[in-house]
């Protein structure tokens, strides 16, 4: 074989990796669209099957009544409410603590071996499995904290779960803004906080927006945490302060689905149709408010 490459000429054996190369790439691009359009294909096939189970029983019925033992009389409104209340309790823990964070390791901090350690410890808080922070939650909010097995337990829970991913999105958003923008500032005689108030985190908006929403998206889906706090499968009541017990939209699903009844599974289907609704509400509103922020920054940069 290397004889024969040497036997070529040049530029032969130049044009013959070329051509070699891109073939090579032409394979890449093909098996990367037959990944890509299976996955699609897996995720309409699911889709379908859910919403020619579940749309039957959606109606106001249906999202206004408690769980019952009786599928006619079954509904989420147990789970919408604690959805609701959690994630809201959820963004104000994270959301502040979780942006703060960003800007000391991002704006403040100096490049030392604690830097260096919150960064890899960051990004490797955000692939642990949710598991593992519904015992951290079950240890010390339940317990430890006495909280017991409320609304204000499950959210400190996902709290942590969604604060490594709240703080990388940060970090990459205030990455993302031009040096040059707090040169400037410098150079008018602000102050570091006033550059960052002023001039960098408008910058960063969209960015922030749309990693904290996403975070908030993942929450909103997460059941391991919470079944492992304890929250409930059965409420028949809307929590009302911070400390009572309640149910989120996942385990509610879950709890329909360890059913043997087949009507139940029925009304499974029409749970994942709202949760899927939430979600795409969600990650919509995410994608508007981040090209509306983006142009308005845009604007304020010309």
Request: glycine residues 6%; aromatic residues 8%.
């Amino acid at each position: 074989m290397a004889a024969e490459h040497q036997a070529l000429p040049g530029a032969a054996l130049f044009h013959t990796r070329i051509a070699l190369r891109r073939a090579q790439g032409v394979v890449f691009v093909a098996l990367a669209i037959l990944v890509v359009a299976i996955s699609l294909a897996s995720l309409v096939f699911l889709a379908a099957d859910v919403l020619a189970h579940g749309t039957a029983w959606l109606d106001w019925q249906f999202l206004t009544s408690f769980d019952s033992r009786f599928a006619e009389r079954a509904g989420i409104k147990a789970a919408i409410y604690g959805s609701v209340y959690m994630m809201v309790f959820t963004l104000l823990l994270a959301l502040p603590l979780g942006v703060m964070t960003a800007i000391y390791l991002e704006e403040y901090a100096r490049d030392s071996w604690f830097k260096q350690v919150m960064q890899v410890n960051m990004s490797n808080l955000a692939g642990v499995p949710s598991i593992i922070y519904g015992l951290l939650g079950l240890t010390i909010f339940v317990r430890w904290m006495s909280m017991g097995r409320s609304v204000l337990a499950g959210a400190c829970t996902m709290a942590l779960l969604v604060l490594p991913i709240i703080v990388v999105a940060t970090q990459e958003a205030l990455r993302s803004v031009p040096s040059g923008i707090r040169d400037a500032s410098y150079a008018l005689g602000a102050t570091r906080s006033q550059t960052i108030w002023h001039h960098v985190l408008p910058q960063a908006f969209a960015g922030i927006l749309t990693g904290n929403i996403l975070a908030a998206s993942r929450a909103i889906g997460e059941t391991a945490p919470l079944i492992t706090i304890g929250a409930l499968t059965f409420v028949p009541f809307v929590p009302e302060h911070p400390l009572d017990r309640f149910t989120v939209l996942p385990i509610q699903i879950f709890n329909w689905t360890s059913k043997p009844q087949t009507v139940f599974h029925d009304l499974a289907a029409a749970g994942i149709v709202v949760l899927l609704a939430v979600l795409l509400t969600m990650n919509s509103v995410a994608i508007v408010l981040r090209n509306r922020a983006g142009r308005a920054a845009g604007q304020g940069r010309r």
